[in-house]
């Protein structure tokens, strides 16, 4: 039998040790300002990034896993092509990341190792901007925006996450989360001169995993989540822009036994954007998030991005 950490056949030591898995098995929260920025028509974004991520997770102490942590390096190219939707501003973009990391632990005073390379599940979000942002190009969107310096708009999104990433039936830490994930969005950014103030909602709908740690059922209830916004815009391209969100729910439950994990995380996070030449620009963004929990997680994360446009 494979170490406590490669291969469990305790369930009662499941039902804790979930949260040893990737933010994406269990918490799928992001906080990504400028969501829902009024673009061109026919405009396509390409682009790569970088994320470092340092994590903590804490177990109740009746099963003795201490000083539980995981080190985790991903890569991402995503696509992004605005068009008209009956008049109306819209995007498609697609993100396929790429997961290295190492997870370490002590389990009942036995120090753990485990680490996984490969892709992870691919997303796939399609937005429209209901209000506020016409589906314009050419000189009618830059006459647009000089005409209204302050503008509303309001937006709606849904993003799918598909389990197509690398997964091991008979293992408890994963890459992909082997189940589909589905999220609906509504949002509202609200411009006056170069400050922008953004607040979305989102709704987490997960499927069921059949085939966790030894064919295991794994369930998650809905989770909600909701994230606000403050940009400053120097000049076009140039960028800044502070952040917090709040997520809850998300009970998780292994064979229908309801376990300790329930989201209930805070996140914030500080994003500077910068221009390199007329069609590229670059992305850093510090974000870090706290359990509320007893049983949960703490991570810090550094993310760097760069990408490419063009219109038609």
């Known amino acids: 039998m494979g170490s406590p950490l490669r291969m469990l056949k305790t369930l009662p030591v499941v039902l804790l040790l979930i949260t040893l898995a990737l933010p994406g098995q269990v918490n799928a929260q992001d906080l990504e300002p400028r969501r829902w920025s009024h673009l061109p028509s026919g405009m396509t974004i390409v682009g790569v990034g970088y994320a470092y991520t340092d994590s903590f997770v804490y177990f109740s102490p009746f099963w003795k896993i201490t000083d539980t942590s995981a080190e985790i390096n991903s890569f991402g190219i995503s696509a992004i092509y605005t068009f008209d939707m009956a008049g109306k501003s819209a995007r498609v973009s ?174 914030w996070a500080a994003s500077f954007g910068f221009p390199i030449g007329k069609t590229q620009s670059v992305k850093l963004t510090w974000l870090s998030g706290r359990t509320q929990n007893d049983v949960g997680r703490d991570s810090d994360n550094l993310l760097l991005s760069w990408s490419m446009r063009w219109i038609k």
């Open 94 to 267: 697609f993100l396929l990341p790429y997961v290295s990391g190492r997870w370490e632990g002590d389990v009942d005073n036995k120090f753990e190792i485990v680490k996984r390379h490969g892709f992870a599940d691919p997303r796939l979000r399609l937005s429209v901007n209901l209000y506020g942002a016409p589906a314009l190009k050419g000189a009618e969107y830059t006459q647009f925006h000089a005409e209204h310096e302050n503008n509303t708009v309001v937006g709606a999104s849904l993003a799918v996450s598909a389990p197509l990433g690398q997964y091991y039936e008979d293992e408890l830490i994963n890459i992909s989360a082997n189940r589909w994930t589905v999220r609906p969005q509504i949002g509202v950014v609200h411009s006056r001169g170069p400050w922008a103030f953004e607040l979305t909602g989102s709704v987490f709908l997960f499927s069921d995993n059949k085939n966790f740690v030894d064919n295991a059922l794994f369930e998650q209830k809905t989770m909600y989540a909701a994230q606000a916004h403050v940009t400053y815009d120097f000049r076009p391209g140039l960028w800044i822009s502070l952040g917090t969100a709040y997520g809850a729910g998300g009970r998780v439950y292994i064979e229908d036994q309801k376990t300790a994990f329930e989201v209930d995380n805070w996140l």
